[in-house]
């Protein structure tokens, strides 16, 4: 696949934000059902089904077992793979060499295209040259703002993780924080790593970095227990995704300390704690719009040449705060498990 051919397409035609919410449209008309497998089509395309030629389309992610997170991120993509008439076959796996297979396999299988996360770009790089070299279109979402266009992607969808850790940081600022601890719950990762610098950048109390196994939840927990239990200054834990918020709040209760907890990430729970205050905020990135919009970013490209951002900038999903003064509204939508 020829960079230069690309850059040269988005010159020529850029991919306007207005015909990206015009698909989103087009989604709201067809009903999800999210008991199918990807692998089957996903949400139920019985309404609103494109008319274009069916095409496949690899997702493939570096979600760990029982993160929730990516659950979302997976509903989006079934819905804009109903929308659009594609065969959407998801798979993943947190070791990056693993991940890296699994894009090979996508390769092997001569998809379409090919959607994919970048949290250990470096891991990835040789195999998405080898797309490019087979002729399939590559996008990113969720991780790898910072290299998706050294790496030759299309277009990305997500949050600049650097950005969102910076806004998180001027919360704490703004809740009188002192003392923050921030939890890493899969070490390596670069977009976790940007959101840890990200707050300690703009937080003026004291920060501290403590790295959990983020596959081993009891793990996680002792963990935390321990470091509240040795610093009793610590007056909030950060967890940088929705499912270890919950764990965290126990280890502050198992510590016997008064700290509080905020988080990156949302999900239904997450949505319910904020409501009962157990859990203070959270920084949703809009995972199920990532999802959707990689499906139907590479749709768009096979059917009609576009590339979102222009082909040059990111398409950004977030931050954006959900606190006790807005959680009602999103709430809504995260029981149906888009949020």
């Excluded at 992607?153 to 910076?166: C, I, R, T």
Aim: hydrophobic fraction near 40%.
């Amino acid at each position: 696949m020829d960079r230069s051919s690309h850059t040269r397409s988005r010159r020529i035609a850029p991919f306007v934000a207005v015909a990206a919410a015009a698909a989103l449209t087009l989604a709201g008309c067809s009903s999800g059902s999210g008991g199918k497998k990807a692998e089957e089509g996903g949400a139920d395309a019985s309404a609103g089904k494109a008319s274009t030629p069916r095409m496949k389309v690899a997702l493939v992610t570096h979600q760990a077992p029982g993160d929730t997170f990516w659950d979302i991120v997976r509903k989006g993509a079934e819905a804009a793979a109903a929308k659009d008439n594609v065969d959407l076959v998801y798979s993943s796996d947190p070791n990056a060499g693993n991940q890296a297979n699994l894009v090979q396999n996508a390769i092997d299988q001569k998809v379409d295209g090919i959607a994919v996360t970048l949290a250990k770009p470096d891991a990835l790089k040789d195999v998405i040259a080898k797309a490019e070299a087979a002729g399939i279109p590559v996008v990113g979402l969720n991780s790898g703002l910072s290299d998706w266009k050294d790496l030759g992607l299309l277009e990305f969808f997500g949050q600049d993780e650097s950005v969102a850790g910076e806004a998180f940081g001027k919360k704490l600022n703004e809740v009188g924080a002192r003392s923050a601890l921030c939890v890493v719950h899969e070490q390596g990762n670069v977009g976790l790593t940007q959101r840890c610098d990200g707050v300690e950048k703009t937080f003026e109390g004291k920060t501290q970095v403590v790295n959990v196994n983020g596959t081993d939840m009891p793990s996680v927990k002792s963990t935390v227990t321990a470091k509240l239990e040795q610093d009793s200054s610590i007056d909030y834990v950060v967890t940088l995704g929705a499912p270890f918020a919950p764990t965290a709040v126990q280890s502050v209760g198992d510590a016997g300390s008064k700290a509080k907890v905020a988080t990156f990430d949302l999900n239904k729970e997450l949505a319910k704690a904020i409501q009962d205050g157990s859990i203070e905020f959270a920084v949703d990135q809009q995972p199920y719009l990532q999802g959707y919009l990689a499906v139907d970013g590479l749709w768009l490209y096979k059917n009609n040449g576009n590339y979102s951002g222009g082909g040059e900038q990111p398409v950004l999903t977030g931050p954006a705060f959900v606190d006790k003064s807005n959680v009602d509204t999103v709430s809504e939508f995260a029981a149906k498990g888009t949020r």
